[in-house]
């Protein structure tokens, strides 16, 4: 596709499930951001893939965040025993490579809300 | 990490030049300067980048000082459409984007 898709755009769920939001990058981008919205907040930094190297997982809030990115493409985040506080959009974002004058694309992102 | 302070909030109107203000006291040598756009409903929108000096493009306009200490975003004539978030980012080649707050930019007619 033209653009950063994720999906769902919105998910209900019920506190205590566990829930995967997908973000399926740029072709060709090898880095991937996840973020994470609150209502009239910043973005809060949640993980940075970058090609084969391990991770930047040091914005996840707990050990019920986790993250993964298959084949250096698709990344799905998982929230295990969500909490009515993870409710926020998630927003994912790509870039080409890491230069000085990378632009990243940002996805619609998904709307949780945990009732 | 280099920290970013702007203005939470600001407001103009129609056809007004709007500067904001980003201070990185501690800016790393190897750091470029990022401005970003983020309107409702919507994930945010590379603006501009720099690393000195001024740098122009058809949507802004960056004023980075000699000791890099700060930036200014500049937008020519602003109109409704720009009301927006806007963030300043500073960081290295390779590392995650790290997101402030935002300065809440309010245009009026």
């Known amino acids: 596709g033209a653009g950063v898709s994720q999906s769902p755009s919105n998910k209900v769920t019920e506190k205590g499930k566990d829930v995967e939001l997908r973000c399926d990058p740029i072709s060709g981008h090898t880095a991937l951001y996840w973020y994470r919205q609150s209502l009239g907040q910043g973005l809060e930094f949640l993980i940075y893939?970058?090609?084969?190297?391990?991770?930047?997982k040091s914005g996840l809030p707990s050990d019920r965040f986790s993250a993964e990115r298959t084949g250096g493409s698709v990344s799905t985040l998982t929230i295990q025993r969500t909490q009515q506080e993870d409710s926020a959009v998630y927003l994912c974002a790509s870039s080409l490579e890491p230069t000085m004058n990378t632009e990243a694309f940002f996805g619609q992102g998904t709307r949780l809300t945990v009732v | 990490l280099a920290k970013t302070t702007q203005p939470i909030s600001m407001d103009s109107y129609e056809g007004q030049e709007v500067n904001i203000t980003c201070s990185h006291n501690?800016?790393?040598?190897?750091?470029?300067i990022t401005w970003y756009q983020q309107f409702p409903s919507q994930g945010p929108r590379f603006i501009i980048q720099?690393?000195?000096t001024k740098v122009t493009n058809e949507v802004a306009s960056l004023f980075i000082p000699a000791d890099r200490k700060s930036s200014t975003l500049s937008l020519p004539r602003v109109s409704l459409s720009d009301t927006a978030v806007y963030y300043c980012l500073v960081g290295q080649a390779g590392t995650a984007l790290i997101f402030g707050k935002g300065t809440t930019l309010s245009v009026s007619s």
């Open positions: 893939f970058q090609g084969n190297s391990a991770p930047d």
């Open positions: 720099g690393y000195k």
């Open positions: 501690n800016i790393a040598t190897n750091d470029y």
